[in-house]
């Protein structure tokens, strides 16, 4: 159970993404039937459109989404360091360009601290540089500054209704990994992302290095899986200790047509479905399952209908905030790994190659892109 | 009140649009919660996708979109006529290609109605041509075609529960309108639509072919202006005697960023809204009036989220159910005129080259593209 000034989160939690202050096609009052208690939002992009200033005026984000419940705001570091060529990063900050207009800004540790102070979530995360995983130089003189930026991150925080929580670095390597988890804990965070996971590494690494971390983090705080949401990688994750988890997976996946069934994921899109009259998951109670054949659902998707995006994107994210419902009990009554093994043995994860496929759509979590709708 | 299977309709009605089998954007619920009582679909684009059997098997449209009130299909004359240069008119029926895989096709008054059929809406309409409604010659002929063609439609209708109207055609001259509307009464259709207006002719034109057709129409039997649904238009007609109207302008409107308040139409996307906490109009029981602020729905707009096209469309489609709830009140308490007069005191209609940008959208009323979502 995490408390929060906007409401308890009950723990471990999965919490959907809403980039741009919106869990992409669905209202606030979708994410509270669906049972959603923590949303997260993205600094870089919040901070470029409409900006942090007019979100402060229009009653922080809380207000400005009309989502009353729990956020999280992501620091931004991810997207600007996903900027490739249009960033240059200093001791200082990191100099980027708008991928909206081009314009050239600034972040700076203290900078990313007073747009999450203006944005108003009740979690906050600092600025961190996200190399790729798998450099070991790069990883190492990176996680140097990435602490010197936590600790400038601590000293600008002024709102203590806000949690503020330091983010694990450390590419793939257990030396660094650990030497970041005890740097930070002798700060003292509310709260503990692990960043750089689940950007292209093999899995086998991402839960090797949750292995070398977690146990260093002190036990009374949150630890925060940043990125990773498939069903079968949150056992993976609660299993290890992790309490929260984000993801754009759910969401992206859901617009593309896939979602989730307790025996995998199926693309609504094939035409197999097209007379199927049966809902994507039989007895789910999401309201898509609820009203709406996979017929209709592939017809929306084939003829392009928003409606299918919608219906799609509510049973995700329902399958997803139900199954962690399900781990909450089941680790209360002391039968996670029953649960578990039962789970797993009836859910087969997408094959390798459709898994990287989404891992990489993943992996562009809330990342910019030069044209359209990041 | 028109009386259907699927439940009653008070009149005058406008009703939503909803070409693939979803008025876009919206679930069902939400439709009812708006107070639609009539909803429209399309024949032709059905027709190719999904297929009408299709949602035969899948408990007609009724079952299929989930909507358990009355719909009404469009033949889909409109559509195939819309398809210049891809298309064949003959006494028997046309022949066309379709906008998605360019596969040839061919209706017939016969082949409309089976599919109508097929599709079980509450009321159907007979396929008509729909030409240039300043050419005198093309209009002449095509209206006795027209003519044969609705003998040919009530021959092959064989469902007693679908209502099968008639449509006046004539373009802008009353002596074709005139012998349109007498002929067609003469065959006693159970209902009447105006076909071939508001598609780009000057609106003095509509409203004298209105002048010259209602009178001639039964009385006992509905009179339906298709594609009209602008506030000022629907206070024109009512008070020529029109009991439904449907119209992709509200919807394809809000999809645009403009939204319908009382002193006349609005357009979010605007910089002057991007602080602005108020309501799209104060007073206004919508979902998005009671939640959200034009700054929000402008981010949203501006970020291109899905979320903003849903919150518009809600708003319009609710600002004309709800003008029309009081136009019928209005007429009860025979204060009709008082209340025109009132409301266009402080409605402004767009100005004209902006009612013709969105008069040029509205004639594409479900009409085919080439590529993309029609």
């Known amino acids: 159970m995490m408390r929060t000034p906007h409401g308890d989160i009950p723990t471990p939690v999965f919490a959907p993404v809403g980039t741009q202050a919106t869990v ?24 470029l459109r409409p900006g942090a200033d007019t979100i402060a005026r229009l ?30 990063v200093s001791e200082e900050g990191v100099v980027f360009r708008s991928h909206i207009d081009g314009s050239e800004h600034f ?13 108003g979530a009740d979690i906050i995360m600092v600025l961190d540089e ?23 991150c ?37 709260g503990y992302g692990i960043g750089g996971l689940s950007v292209g590494e093999p899995k ?26 498939s069903p079968e990688d949150l056992f993976e994750g609660v299993e290890r200790g992790v309490d929260l988890f984000d993801s754009v997976l759910p969401t992206r996946l859901a617009r593309n047509g896939g979602v989730f069934t307790s025996r995998g994921r199926i693309n609504l899109r094939k035409a197999k479905f097209a007379d199927d009259p049966a809902p994507i998951e039989e007895g789910c109670d999401c309201y898509t399952c609820r009203r709406f054949s996979r017929a209709y659902l592939r017809h929306l ?9 919608r219906l799609n994107t509510i049973h995700n994210l329902h399958f997803l905030v139900e199954l962690m419902g399900r781990i909450r009990a089941a680790i209360t009554e002391g039968s996670f790994a029953a649960l578990k093994t039962d789970f797993l043995s009836r859910y087969v994860p997408a094959a390798n190659d459709e898994d990287q496929r989404i891992k990489h759509l993943a992996r562009r979590r809330g990342k910019p892109k030069r044209k359209g709708n990041a």
């Open 301 to 309: 998707l084939k003829a392009g209908e928003i409606l299918g995006l």
């Open 24 to 47: 992409k096609t669905l209202t606030p009052d979708e994410l509270v039937t669906i049972g959603a208690t923590l949303i997260l939002a993205n600094t870089y992009h919040l901070y």
């Open 107 to 119: 972040f700076s540790p203290e900078k990313a601290v007073e747009i999450q102070e203006k944005l």
């Open 130 to 152: 996200c190399p790729d995983p798998m450099d070991y130089d790069y990883n190492k003189s990176a996680l140097e500054r990435t602490h010197r930026w936590a600790e400038r």
């Open 204 to 229: 086998d690494k991402t839960w090797e290095m949750l292995d070398v971390t977690v146990p260093l983090l002190p036990t009374h705080a949150p630890r925060y899986l940043m990125g990773v949401g």
């Open 59 to 88: 009653g922080d984000l809380h207000g400005f989404m009309g989502w009353p419940g729990p956020i999280l705001t992501d620091s931004g570091g991810f997207q600007v360091f996903s900027l490739e060529g249009l960033r240059r």
């Open 154 to 190: 601590l000293r600008a925080h002024t709102r203590a209704d806000q949690a503020l929580f330091g983010i694990v670095q450390g590419g793939v390597f257990p030396d660094l990994r650990g030497k970041s988890a005890e740097f930070l804990t002798s700060l003292g965070f509310p």
